[in-house]
């Protein structure tokens, strides 16, 4: 028994001080993570570009609701582009691990236009809505057209 409380400890020790990569058990698996949260966030940011651009008509619950969820999936993709996930069936570009300070510039300011899209949303007010839309989806392109392949 005294040989196991050493090895309990440092199990302990390691649980906390894991980094955030070990939250995947394979780079696949971070990759698949992450273009998940993509696919998510992508098809509530499109409910909400129906109604910013009046293909449906616009209803403040439902775009509040999406417009919410893009913003709580916003906070999801970054963690899985650690290391070793650059390879495999991924379009994520190397550029990304040689820019980080570039990259987390655009991952930040996505994030602040995702949250003022979702302050809008909560307003009812479409004029407010198109507007954030249409910044956000500034800041998706910017980053696709820097980070993403084809
Ligand atoms: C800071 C960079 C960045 C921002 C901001 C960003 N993306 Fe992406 N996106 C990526 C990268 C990199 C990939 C490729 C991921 C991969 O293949 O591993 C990707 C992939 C995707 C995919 C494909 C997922 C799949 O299944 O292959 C969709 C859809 C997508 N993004 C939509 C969006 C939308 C919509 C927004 C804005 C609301 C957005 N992205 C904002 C970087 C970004």
Redesign the pocket.
Known sequence: MKILAPLAMAIAITSLSAPAMAQFQKPEDA?KY??AA??V??SH?GRVGAMASGRVPFDPKVAADSAAL?ETMSKLPWEAFGPGTDKGD???LPA?WTEQAK?KE??DK?QAE?TKLSAAAKTGNLDAVKTAFGA??Q??KA??DA??KE
């Open positions: 990759v992450r273009k993509f696919t966030m992508a940011f893009v991924t379009r994520a990304i990259w655009g991952v996505f995702a956000v989806g800041s998706c980053c696709h980070y993403r």
